[in-house]
């Protein structure tokens, strides 16, 4: 028994490093949009996290944000942000790794994309932008409830000759 409980790894999650990995701020129609009297652009915000594997158990998790602000055709501003973070995770299973990186890692990176998205968008002379607070733990889930609906209907279109969708996860 003593053998066993020394071969299996100990779980682990240990933060090694945050980090901004790149970031953009774009505010293609100054100085003409300060002089405007109504604010009311429409908003875009999209997020997607990735990981790549290091060594030593070390991952990469990256946070991208893209945030578009614009009226009609003029776009106010546009934040691109990749915020990063190296992880230690050591001792999980398949399933519990991919709840990790995909749930959890970016949980811990969002407070800090949230605070580089509000001081640029003020120091780009807008008013305040407050990230709204995201639910990783849903988006992950249902993530992977759409990848167990597409992987269903996969048998069912493999004998048909149209093409695929061509999209990207």
Not at 51 to 72: M, Q, R
Not at 115 to 134: C, D, H, M, T, W
Request: aromatic share 10%.
């Amino acid at each position: 028994m003593a053998d066993q409980d020394q071969s299996t790894p100990q779980k682990q999650i240990a933060i090694q490093k945050i980090y901004v990995k790149d970031f953009s701020f774009e505010s293609p129609h100054t100085p003409a949009v300060f002089s405007r009297t109504d604010w009311s652009p429409k908003t875009n915000l999209n997020l997607r996290s990735s990981h790549t594997t290091g060594s030593d158990n070390n991952h990469e998790v990256i946070l991208t944000i893209t945030i578009e602000a614009k009226e009609g055709d003029q776009t106010f501003f546009l934040v691109e942000l990749q915020q990063a973070g190296l992880f230690h995770i050591e001792g999980y299973g398949e399933d519990e790794f991919k709840a990790i990186v995909g749930s959890y890692c970016p949980n811990i990176l969002f407070p800090y994309a949230r605070e580089s998205v509000a001081n640029i968008v003020s120091k780009g002379g807008f008013p305040e932008f407050l990230l709204q607070p995201i639910n990783f733990d849903a988006l992950y889930a249902q993530g992977m409830a759409q990848a167990r609906a597409k992987s269903q209907e996969q048998p069912a279109a493999a004998g048909s000759n149209g093409g695929g969708n061509g999209g990207s996860t």
